[in-house]
């Protein structure tokens, strides 16, 4: 009797110990990624011996973290996004569009580089965490866009929102009734305020119509239905709506230009990629690369003793370089890389259709009141090209942005797979100069991670 009582009091410390370390593991403790038990208790029973390689890659992904959040999002958060959610009366609309996107990038900038760092620490120690973002703004739908951002958070409101709420089992009309109620939870989940609910609403809306066009028998069809709606809806807007009511110009806005919206990023995304079979040129990859580096350091010392006119061209220039490297390594004949870039092309706009209506649902996140996303929009549609503020430096930061979002996945991960295998002498000196580097970029006061606040 006493071994047994004995015997389960040794269990239950066990747990209880077990369980503190699952919810005070540090890494993901404040902001994410969200882990579940049955993701983390296992690995925290049998305990990782401690790898060389699986650490270099974590130091790899912590330095990425540090570089997206020091380099890029802290400046463009500062010297634009904030300027002009502040105030966008002392803005002319080309410069709120470029503080729109700057945000978008800011907030997906800082909040990965933080999901970077908590794995790249996790795997310092041994554990493995699941990935939280990936490339969320190469979606082509704004489902893609979901399975893409904050995937922890995506899945947790699938599993425990969604599907509780009967997901796709009780008919299409109840499945969009669910998909919008989650998302409109998902929006109070970040605060009690009227501008998430409209920023959860607008996703939910979203996610609901594309579904409706994704599951179209006739997709052609529907989307000259819907070119005619947005025709009939533009002109009852343009004829009958009060300029003085301009939350229902929002709303009737909506109702008429999203149909052909998601008809639209619906027919693109689902555009099959077409076959391509080449011949690899590895050295050709490899000399590219070698040039993208080049241009890297020539753009860093440039923004350092200038002259500071030939960052951007580097940086463009090193984006072409990298995905030269990757189209190099695949090797397409002629004929099928016009044909890839067809593709491209197509899937592009679609892309672009998706960011933009993102952009528009982070204005009500980002704005404090209804008030202000209000004062955003109507600069925005103020029609005013001239751009004073959008001066060299923002402009190499917006660029430096997107050329780190849309970065050759072939190079990145050669450059990750040489980094964890070269010595570790090497892996010292190249975290000594990017350290030096990041010093010289970081801000002069330090920024906190934006998702600390929810």
């Not at 305020?193 to 579904?211: E, I, K, M, N």
Request: one cysteine or more; glycine letters at 8%.
């Amino acid at each position: 009797m006493l071994s047994g009582d004995w015997s389960s009091d040794v269990c239950s410390s066990d747990l209880i110990v077990e369980l503190s370390t699952f919810v005070l593991f540090f890494p993901q403790l404040v902001a994410g990624p969200i882990v579940r038990a049955t993701e983390l208790l296992p690995q925290l029973r049998d305990l990782p011996l401690f790898d060389h390689q699986r650490a270099a890659d974590g130091l790899f992904r912590i330095v990425v973290g540090l570089a997206k959040k020091i380099a890029i999002a802290d400046f463009l958060g500062t010297a634009l996004a904030d300027r002009v959610f502040k105030d966008p009366s002392l803005y002319s609309s080309v410069e709120v569009a470029a503080g729109i996107v700057a945000y978008a990038f800011q907030i997906y900038l800082d909040f990965s580089a933080y999901s970077d760092i908590a794995i790249g620490s996790a795997q310092l120690l041994g554990f493995t965490l699941p990935e939280n973002f990936r490339t969320p703004y190469r979606s082509a739908s704004l489902q893609d866009f979901w399975r893409r951002w904050h995937i922890s958070l995506s899945s947790w409101l699938r599993d425990y929102l969604y599907i509780p709420l009967g997901g796709n089992r009780g008919g299409e009309l109840r499945t969009y009734g669910n998909l919008i109620m989650t998302m409109l939870l998902g929006g109070l989940w970040h605060g009690p305020s009227y501008t998430f609910v409209v920023w959860g609403l607008l996703h939910g809306g979203g996610l609901a119509v594309t579904r409706i066009y994704q599951r179209a028998q006739r997709p052609r069809r529907v989307l000259m239905v819907a070119i005619a709606v947005f025709a009939v809806g533009l002109t009852v807007e343009l004829i009958g709506l009060s300029p003085t009511q301009p939350w229902a110009h929002l709303a009737f806005t909506w109702i008429y230009a999203v149909p052909l919206w998601a008809a639209v990023t619906a027919l693109l995304e689902g555009l099959p990629p077409p076959q391509v079979v080449g011949t690899p040129r590895p050295r050709l990859a490899f000399a590219l690369r070698i040039a993208a580096g080049a241009l890297l350091l020539g753009g860093l010392a440039a923004l350092q003793w200038g002259p500071t006119v030939l960052v951007l061209p580097s940086i463009v220039a090193l984006s072409l370089c990298a995905w030269g490297a990757d189209a190099a390594e695949i090797g397409p004949s002629l004929r099928d890389g016009v044909r890839w870039l067809g593709w491209a092309a197509a899937r592009a706009v679609g892309v672009v259709l998706v960011f933009a209506y993102v952009c528009l649902a982070w204005v009500f996140f980002r704005a404090q009141t209804f008030d202000g996303a209000l004062a955003v929009l109507r600069r925005l549609g103020a029609r005013e090209w001239d751009h004073p503020n959008l001066i060299r430096i923002v402009l190499v930061a917006l660029t430096a942005a997107l050329a780190s979002h849309w970065f050759a996945p072939r190079t990145f991960a050669e450059l990750r797979r040489r980094f964890v295998a070269a010595h570790p002498m090497v892996q010292g000196l190249v975290l000594t100069a990017v350290a030096l580097v990041l010093r010289e970029l970081a801000h002069p006061t330090i920024v906190p991670f934006i998702y600390f606040q929810f």
